[in-house]
T-cell receptor, first 111, second 113 residues
Framework: AQSVTQPDIHITVSEGASLELRCNYS??????LFWYVQSPGQGLQLLLK??????LVQGIKGFEAEFKRSQSSFNLRKPSVHWSDAAEYFCAVARTNKLIFGTGTLLAVQP | NAGVTQTPKFQVLKTGQSMTLQCAQDMNHEYMSWYRQDPGMGLRLIHY???????DQGEVPNGYNVSRSTTEDFPLRLLSAAPSQTSVYFC????????????FGEGSRLTVL
């Protein structure tokens, strides 16, 4: 069964606009949740992670994500997108020594 | 520190050939893993290791072997390459398993003809 779902394959936003990337997970217990970013031709870099506690977590580069248990979601947000944010974004869930990734959302930023 | 180093960066194989993708990290991380990345499929876990001498299967282990004789190195072996193994391969390591940040190599692009 798919553990992580990213329903949006491709999103285009204008520079300066707000951004929300969706992530849903299917896992019984409260999972460890992550967002990673991949710039073209590069490996992945951790943006933020959630284990427990405050459901709104802050990350690098101005990103934040909110854990909603009732919706099994962990959406990534940014209030104002910069052209340098164009990349592919991956949500991931940790399950017993395995980090399982979603299929990714490719973000394009229009000038 | 070099971080996670993968070699080679590019490789072309013929069907049935064997090869080894090398991965080395200099951060004394116990946890290491291999992923493959294919368009539209994200990253899929092939094998992982929680320490020297310990390896286990991920989501897509068939056709791949691994070993972990030292903390630093985690090679991925393709014994008989198939076109379905054409992909970009990433090695990653972490100090504290999957609860910690994974540090990724730059990737190895493999084409099997």
């Amino acid at each position: 069964a798919q553990s992580v779902t990213q329903p949006d394959i491709h999103i285009t936003v204008s520079e300066g606009a707000s951004l929300e990337l969706r992530c849903n997970y299917s896992y019984g217990a409260t999972p460890y949740l992550f967002w990673y970013v991949q710039s073209p031709g590069q490996g992945l870099q951790l943006l933020l992670k959630y284990f427990s506690g405050d459901t709104l977590v802050q990350g690098i580069k101005g990103f934040e994500a909110e854990f909603k248990r009732s919706q099994s979601s962990f959406n990534l947000r940014k209030p104002s997108v910069h052209w340098s944010d164009a990349a592919e974004y991956f949500c991931a869930v940790a399950r017993t020594n395995k980090l399982i990734f979603g299929t990714g959302t490719l973000l394009a930023v229009q000038p | 520190n070099a971080g996670v180093t993968q070699t080679p960066k590019f490789q072309v194989l013929k069907t049935g050939q064997s090869m080894t993708l090398q991965c080395a990290q200099d951060m004394n991380h116990e946890y290491m893993s291999w992923y493959r990345q294919d368009p539209g499929m994200g990253l899929r876990l092939i094998h992982y290791s929680v320490g020297a001498g310990i390896t286990d299967q991920g989501e897509v282990p068939n056709g791949y072997n691994v070993s972990r004789s030292t903390t630093e190195d985690f090679p991925l072996r393709l014994l008989s390459a198939a076109p379905s193994q054409t992909s970009v391969y990433f090695c990653a390591s972490s100090y504290s398993g999957v609860s910690g940040e994974l540090f990724f190599g730059e990737g190895s692009r493999l084409t099997v003809l």
